[in-house]
């Protein structure tokens, strides 16, 4: 897996200089206003990027060399008064480069405390209610909520039929809860990138009409800024968005395939490798369909008398057909897709310098990574931090502090990323699922990260929580 960290900063700007070089013959005057605007962020010009944008305002969030806007680029090197100017001309301060990482990210791995606070500030109402909190929500992968779930409308079937029968609405096909997509190599930095096939009502009727399709309604497209549709407009059925449904058949995955005109297409085959290589959108949307098609067909029979059960609310329930079921009296969560919580922890020494990282037999040579584990029933997530750790490595944890969390569709896994700090270090690992663990120096890590020539081990991928939380420690100060 292709794992892209952040250059040196003379190496950043080299390259930047570099791949202009190479590439400006060719460029468009769009093209090469878009670098000499993203140069001029870069060196910290607040004059020629202020000219530049205020000639060609579309200029804002462009991106230039691996997905590297002004914004990341000005928050890279410390330029405080570019970001600044930047935010006041209203840049989408959440656009990610190809690694993920939003401008705060940048700013925060490389120590511009002054540019991550300016960067991860909200609303003032926020900080009086909640003081002390960093109120930057970390993104991780499949995390995304590109759609509008309007939970509200699953009840109403009217709404419902009207919106699966629209020539707007988009269908996405999945088999053996795989969704159809299409695979292309874009370059050696960015690797594979698998897009969603969408279909048309048109496209997939018949599926509709077959018993054993299951149909789950995403949500609408979110618009955003002023032109979102306000709810009485949405009453009104003025302007609405595109809404999203997911089906799930069992009808043959090669004929399936014949049904899409996009060249490459395919059901992957391997979930955990293939489902990181979408876009954060897609892969938001992936999460959610592929859990609750997931849910459907673990959970066909109903859990608390074994009969037969109707899809209702949109893909969102399942009913028990038996009249008498206990399951139909007041509200039981076996009728709701399930979550299954896991935390998913990055063990600091007390010395405050080293982490503890472990691998499972399964992982590729050299891998490690956080440890991790279920949270059992009637057990806070700290403590089943404590438990976890302590069953896997036989190191004892103290402090447990909430660092964010992350869907993971595989298949309905809910990671809550945490630190812990240790009180205790010596290590016993628990052989049945952990082949080692051990202590890694600060010095290791980032080296790890950054691949120098000696990494210590490999990180897991950049779409993992577990890759998210050790580079948030190594871009925390070390006391914690
Ligand atoms: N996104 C990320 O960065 C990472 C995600 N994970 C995910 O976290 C999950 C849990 O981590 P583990 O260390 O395996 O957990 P774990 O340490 O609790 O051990 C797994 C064992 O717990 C039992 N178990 C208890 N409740 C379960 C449930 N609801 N579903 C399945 N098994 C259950 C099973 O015997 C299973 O073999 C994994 O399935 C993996 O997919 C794990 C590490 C990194
Ligand atoms: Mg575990
Ligand atoms: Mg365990
Ligand atoms: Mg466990
Ligand atoms: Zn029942």
Redesign the pocket.
Known sequence: MHTQVLPEPTEAARTEGKAARMTSLHLSAMGEMVERFLDAAARGDLTQASTLLSNTPSLINQKGYSGWTALMLAARNGHYNVVEVLLSHGCDKFSVNSSSQTAYDIAKFWGHRHISNLLGRTDDGCRRVLPDTDLHQHENYFSRETLDRLSGKRTDKVWLETKRNHPDTVYLLFSNLSPMVSSSQVDEHTGVETKLCRFRYEAVKELLQKPATVLIFLGVEKRRGPSSPSSSQMEEGVQEPPAWFAISTDEDAAELLKRCREKNCSFPKTPNRDLLTFSEEEAGIVAQARSVLAWHSRYSFCPTCGSSTQLEEGGYKRSCLNADCRSLKGVHNTCYPRV?P?V?MLVIHPDGNQCLLGRKKIFPARMF??L???VEPGETMEDAVRR?VEE?SGVKVGPVQYISC?P?P?PS?L?IGCLAVAISTDIKVDEN?IEEARWFQRQQVIESLLKGPHPAFTF?PRQ???HQLIKHWIGMNSNL
């Open positions: 299954d896991v998913i990574s956080c991790a584990g279920f976890e896997e992350q993971w595989m896994n990671m699922e897991p993992t929580i577990a």
